[in-house]
Nanobody
Framework: VQLQASGGGLVQAGASLRLSCAGSGRTSSMYAVGWFRQAPGKGREFVAAIASSGTSTLYADSVKDRFTISRDNAKNTVYLQMNSLKPEDAAVYYC?????????????????WGQGTQVTVSS
């Protein structure tokens, strides 16, 4: 499975962005997908995850009620809608795919990673 993350950019605080994670391969829809982020000098932080079926999701407390993860398995794509962005949301955002089909936040159980997309939020 290969993943391609896109949709990052420079926005002002309060704005919205939608990130996309496109998977290649006809089996990519069988994986749970998670979004993680990494700011300079910090470790990779869990943001949100969605089960392979799309029926369950999981969010970090810091983004709950602002971010929404969804997937379109027909397009092999997972989305992260980010609303009310804050300067502390600025980071490189990565998507990962996991054999564990349920939504989860365990970085070590994600086997495949995209290249990352930069999100910058100005105050």
């Amino acid at each position: 499975v290969q993943l391609q993350a896109s949709g990052g950019g420079l926005v002002q605080a309060g704005a919205s962005l939608r990130l996309s994670c496109a998977g290649s391969g006809r089996t990519s829809s069988m994986y749970a997908v998670g979004w993680f982020r990494q700011a300079p000098g910090k470790g990779r932080e869990f943001v949100a995850a969605i089960a392979s079926s799309g029926t369950s999701t999981l969010y970090a407390d810091s983004v709950k009620d602002r971010f929404t993860i969804s997937r379109d398995n027909a397009k092999n794509t997972v989305y992260l809608q980010m609303n009310s962005l804050k300067p502390e949301d600025a980071a490189v955002y990565y998507c990962g795919a996991s054999y564990a089909v349920v939504a989860h936040a365990n970085t070590r159980l994600y086997q495949y990673w995209g290249q990352g997309t930069q999100v910058t939020v100005s105050s």
